[in-house]
Nanobody
Framework: QVQLVESGGGLVQPGGSLRLSCAASGFAFSMFTMRWNRQAPGKEREVVAVITPTGDNLHYEDAVKGRFTISRDNARNTVYLLMNSLKPEDTAVYYC???????WGQGTQVTVSS
């Protein structure tokens, strides 16, 4: 079965950085577009970043453009989200998703606070 396991979240000060990882298994990872989404308290889930199977097409939500970078390692079945210049409004639970399979991981908490 499909498994998506996120890691790398934590507490970071404003302006800091984190790198999230999502280890995937149970499907042909290299053939699927992957997404990072987030959900802040009291808000709906939103798409943060998208990467196509070969990594040649990327999409970012406007609020994170220039600060976040999505990447993938198909040999390791892993997708990453490098988050720089973090702001308090980036505080949320971050999830990776295989959109065409409607599969999500359990999420990892990111808290940006001084």
């Amino acid at each position: 079965q499909v498994q998506l396991v996120e890691s790398g979240g934590g507490l970071v000060q404003p302006g800091g950085s984190l790198r999230l990882s999502c280890a995937a298994s149970g499907f042909a990872f290299s053939m699927f577009t992957m997404r990072w989404n987030r959900q802040a308290p009291g808000k709906e889930r939103e798409v943060v970043a998208v990467i196509t199977p070969t990594g040649d097409n990327l999409h970012y939500e406007d609020a994170v453009k220039g600060r976040f970078t999505i990447s993938r390692d198909n040999a390791r079945n892993t997708v990453y989200l490098l988050m720089n210049s973090l702001k308090p409004e980036d505080t949320a639970v971050y999830y990776c998703e295989v959109p065409t399979l409607s599969e999500w991981g359990q999420g990892t908490q990111v808290t940006v606070s001084s």
